[in-house]
C-alpha cells in the first residue's frame, strides 16, 4: 500500500479520518451509540502508481459497491496523452466525429479505433463507448475534474473509461507504433499503451529537433519482461546504436545523445508482453548543454576536494600517531638508563693518580689474575737497535 511510484502523495478525499478516531476515543463507546453519524467520514487513501497506471489511484474501503481503489484528482499526475474529464452534454457531442461501442472496450481499443480513422483525440464514456474528433470540438466543453471520469472500462477493470454524461479524452499518438517528433519536449509511450505491448512488434520513432545541441532521455516508465525484447536508442544520421536496453539492463538514469536526430527503436519477440515503456525528451540548447556541463564539472571538483582530503588527512593521522610511538620508546630507553644507573655496583675507574690513591687506600683490596692460554717464545732482532733485547728472548 505505500509502495509510492513518485514523490506526490494526496488522499483522494479530505483527510479526516485522524481527528475522527481522536473524536471516537474521547466520546467512548456509549457516546458513540447516542451518536452514530461520527462514523459517516470519508475514507483515508493515499495516491500511488507504481504501475504506470494512467494517472495515481489510490486504495478506499468501499464496500458496497465492490470498488477498492479509485483514481486520485490529481491532475497535474496525469499521463500526458491524458488530456482530461469533459463534460458531454451530447448537442453538440464533445467529439463529433466517428463513435462506437463495446463491450470489451478498452482505453487502447478507442484510441487504435480513432487514429485508424485519423483522428487526433479519442474518447470513451459510461464505460463501452468510443467517440473520435479533433482539439476544435473541446472549445465549447469545460474540463472538469478526474473523478467524474472513474467509470470502469468493460474490457479492463482497472482503467478508466469515463463516466455518465463525462467523456474522458487522450492523444491517438499514445500507444502507436512508430511516429514523427519534432517539438522540443514529448512523451512517447511504448505500442498499445496503457495495455501491453502486443507480439511481434517492431517500431520506430523519429526525434528531430533543428537547432539543438543534445537530447536529454529519461525513461519515466520501463517494464519489460523478455529478454529478446528490447529498446535502442539510435545516432539518426549513422545509425550507430548508443543505448540499449533491455530486461537485465533497464534505464537508470538520464541519457544525453549529442545531436538534433534520434532514432527510438523498440522490438518484441512473440512469446510475453509486459507494460511497455513511457519516455520523456527534451532537446537541449547549446546554452543548455554548458549549464549540464558546469553543474557536472563543479560535482567533479567537489568530489575532487573530498577525495584529496581524505588522503591529506591520513597522512597526518600517520605522523601524528609515529610521532607518539617515538615519543613512547624514547620515554622507555630513558627509564630503563635511570633505572640501570640506580642499581648497579659502584667500579672503581683508573683515570688517574687519586683514584690509585683512593683505590690502594681502599680497605677491599683488588686482586687481578691472568691466566694466559698459550705463551709462544720466540727469537726477533730489531733493526735499529742492536743493543736493545728483549730480556724474553735468548742468545
Known amino acids: 500500500m505505500f509502495d509510492f511510484g513518485g514523490l506526490l502523495q494526496r488522499s483522494c478525499q479530505q483527510l479526516l479520518l485522524l481527528l475522527l478516531l481522536l473524536l471516537l476515543y474521547l466520546l467512548g463507546e456509549k457516546e458513540l451509540d447516542q451518536h452514530p453519524h461520527v462514523l459517516t467520514f470519508p475514507p483515508l487513501c493515499v ?7 494512467v494517472q495515481p489511484w489510490c486504495y478506499i474501503a ?6 477498492y481503489w479509485r483514481y486520485c484528482d490529481i491532475p497535474t499526475c496525469q499521463m500526458p496523452g491524458n488530456l482530461g474529464c469533459f463534460r458531454d452534454s451530447g448537442d453538440p457531442p464533445t467529439l463529433s466525429g466517428t463513435s462506437e461501442t463495446s463491450n470489451k472496450l478498452t482505453i487502447q481499443n478507442c484510441i487504435s479505433f ?3 480513422q485519423r483522428y487526433k483525440l479519442a474518447g470513451m464514456e459510461s464505460g463501452y463507448a468510443c467517440f473520435c474528433g479533433n482539439e476544435v470540438d473541446l472549445r465549447d466543453h469545460g474540463e472538469s475534474p478526474s473523478m467524474e471520469c472513474n467509470h470502469v472500462c468493460f474490457g479492463d477493470h482497472t482503467q478508466p473509461c469515463g463516466g455518465d454524461g463525462w467523456v474522458i479524452i487522450f492523444d491517438t499518438r499514445v500507444g502507436a507504433c512508430g511516429g514523427n517528433y519534432s517539438s522540443p519536449s514529448e512523451v512517447i509511450y511504448s505500442p498499445d499503451f496503457p495495455d501491453k505491448y502486443g507480439a511481434g512488434r517492431v517500431c520506430y520513432w523519429t526525434i528531430q529537433v533543428p537547432g539543438s545541441s543534445a537530447i536529454l532521455f529519461n525513461f519515466t516508465f520501463f517494464d519489460i519482461s523478455d529478454q529478446t525484447d528490447m529498446v535502442e536508442l539510435l545516432d539518426g544520421y549513422t545509425n550507430q546504436v548508443l543505448a540499449r536496453f533491455d530486461w537485465r539492463s533497464p534505464p537508470r538514469e538520464l541519457v544525453n545523445i549529442t545531436g538534433d536526430f534520434v532514432i527510438l527503436y523498440f522490438y518484441s519477440d512473440r512469446t ?5 515503456f513511457a519516455l520523456l525528451y527534451q532537446a537541449l540548447r547549446s ?3 554548458r ?3 558546469d553543474e557536472g564539472n563543479e560535482e567533479d571538483e567537489t568530489d575532487d576536494v573530498s577525495s584529496t582530503a581524505g588522503p591529506q588527512l591520513a597522512v597526518w593521522t600517520i605522523y601524528a600517531l609515529a610521532a ?3 615519543l613512547t620508546v624514547i620515554a622507555m630507553v630513558a627509564k630503563l638508563l635511570l633505572h640501570i644507573t640506580v642499581k648497579s655496583p659502584n667500579i672503581p675507574t683508573v683515570s688517574g693518580s687519586d683514584s690509585c690513591s683512593q683505590s690502594t687506600a681502599s680497605s677491599e683490596p683488588w686482586i687481578i689474575l691472568y691466566r694466559p692460554s698459550t705463551i709462544s717464545l720466540f727469537k726477533k732482532k730489531l733493526k735499529n ?3 736493545d733485547l728483549s730480556p724474553l728472548v735468548g742468545n
Open 114 to 116: 480513432c487514429r485508424k
Open 385 to 387: 737497535h742492536h743493543g
Open 47 to 53: 495516491c500511488r502508481n507504481p504501475d504506470g497506471d
Open 324 to 326: 607518539l610511538l617515538i
Open 291 to 293: 549549464v549540464i556541463e
Open 287 to 289: 546554452q543548455d548543454t
Open 272 to 276: 510475453n508482453q509486459a507494460q511497455g
Open 62 to 67: 468501499d464496500h458496497e459497491d465492490g470498488i
